[in-house]
């Protein structure tokens, strides 16, 4: 190689030193505020059961009612795809893997609750009951040891409870409750891996920081790592939206969690009836539920904090008629959520979980093809006829990935069109802040 020809400059390397040096509070605060999405899976829903309903066949349950209400009313391709509006392309591809999904892993995320869908009960019986939630939990991951391959459905890939809210009239019995449940996590051996906590009706960021305090204490009485519990924040009130001093009152709290939030979950009926929203419009299309969900979504824009949709209480239910109705319905909102990168939503009932699946799986699969050519080309320095940045790669492995992590697709035919392996493509779905020219070759 021959010299390098020298360039002129006009500044002295002072100068660029000066700027770094007054520039590193910054960098220290974007690291520590935005670190990006930990590159985990993060489960399509959230499955609600009140804790005294709860049961160690309860998953598998869940499972077997939904290819029930599949047999019942939709027995093939044809007749599902036709009630959704799911093109024939698709249609077998999609049927086949909800009734796989079905049978392997029914529930990808299961909350025990002890908020709203618990009640008030009486303390023994609250207190029973969230020892037995972990002690059914600890069984049901010990039976379920290759999970999420083939577990059978015995237990979700995660598992965990919804708490009593922080406000004064339930604040001690969801402590209370929290602490025999982890207690017995740790007496039957340990936290589990998929462990996630939601706390819910959060309206002050006061209320985080003191989840933050109650989760440190528990980790310092039990020798545990600092930071090894983490838990949801469910946004619920409209001042966890909008402060009293018109500020986004969900980014205070997304820091004052002190990096354990993992998730913010919308609560469509509390904060719709805390709106004023007649009831027959409670939905999770709702325009106040829009303006919410996207406050949310930027406030936890790069903080690894990932957002989830809501739920309907329309329940697949009755005659055939009703539960294609309700069907289309869920099928419509999950796709829209989709649409809106809320990757995540609420389920309530086990005939949910076709439309579910349908509508997540229909979304990887019919832009599969084009999203791994894509991919490849940029991978490859190809071409084509989209010129995508740096950007548009992350989001583009991140729905092949999120694809394979549900079961709408397989790694295999993946890696056949984008010649990308999986860690590949996490490089690409999760660089680090400021290489913004990774490449996987």
């Known amino acids: 190689m021959g010299q390098q020809e020298k360039v002129a400059t006009s500044l002295a390397g002072a100068v660029s030193e000066g700027i770094s040096a007054s520039l590193a509070p910054v960098d220290e605060e974007l690291a520590r505020r935005y670190p990006g999405d930990p590159g985990t899976r993060q489960p399509v829903h959230t499955v609600y059961v009140p804790g005294d309903v709860f049961a160690a066949d309860t998953i598998r349950s869940w499972g077997d009612r939904a290819l029930a209400a599949l047999d019942e009313h939709a027995p093939d391709a044809a007749s599902f795809a036709a009630v959704l509006g799911i ?30 869908g618990y009640g008030g009960r009486g303390d023994a019986d609250e207190d029973a009951d969230a020892a037995r939630a972990a002690r059914l939990i600890n ?31 339930v604040r001690d019995r969801g402590i209370r409750t929290l602490d025999i449940f982890l207690t017995g ?19 002050y960021a006061e209320q985080v920081t003191a989840m ?8 310092k009485a039990r020798g545990l790592e600092a930071g090894r519990i983490g838990f949801e924040i469910q946004i619920e009130t409209s001042q966890s939206i909008l402060a009293a001093d018109g500020t986004a009152a969900v980014a205070r709290m997304i820091d004052a969690a002190q990096g354990r939030a993992t998730g913010l979950h919308y609560g469509t009926f509390d904060y719709s009836a805390c709106l004023g929203v007649s009831a027959a419009y409670q939905a999770s299309d709702h325009p106040a539920a829009d303006y919410a969900k996207a406050v949310m979504q ?14 309907t209480n329309v329940l697949p239910v009755g005659t055939t008629e009703k539960v294609h109705a309700a069907w289309r319905l869920h099928y419509g909102l999950t796709r829209r959520a989709l649409a809106r990168a809320y990757y995540q939503g609420w389920d309530m009932h086990p005939g949910h979980l076709p439309t579910r699946y349908a509508a997540v799986f229909a979304f990887y699969r019919e832009g599969f093809e084009q999203a791994a050519a894509r991919l490849s080309a940029y991978a490859n320095h190809a071409g084509g006829d989209v010129m995508d940045e740096p950007a548009t790669a992350k989001a583009l492995s991140g729905y092949l990935l999120r694809g394979i992590d549900c079961g709408a697709l397989d790694t295999a035919e993946v890696v056949g069109l984008t010649g990308l392996t999986r860690a590949d493509l996490e490089r690409f779905a999760s660089p680090r802040r400021g290489d913004l020219t990774a490449t996987a070759k």
């Open 185 to 203: 996590l740790m007496e039957a051996g340990g936290l589990p891996g998929g462990l996630v906590l939601t706390l819910p009706k959060v309206t």
């Open 139 to 169: 069984e049901a991951y010990a039976r379920d040891t290759s999970r999420p391959e083939a577990g059978g459905g015995t237990a979700a890939p995660y598992m965990g409870i919804r708490m009593k809210c922080m406000e004064a009239a």
């Open 87 to 116: 093109g024939d392309e698709l249609a077998a591809p999609v049927y086949d893997r909800v009734r796989a999904k079905l049978e392997r892993e029914p529930v990808e995320d299961l909350r025990i609750d002890f908020e709203d």
């Open 212 to 219: 933050v305090r109650l989760v440190e204490e528990f980790e």
């Open 298 to 311: 930027v406030a936890a824009a790069g903080t690894g904090v990932r957002v989830s949709d809501g739920s």
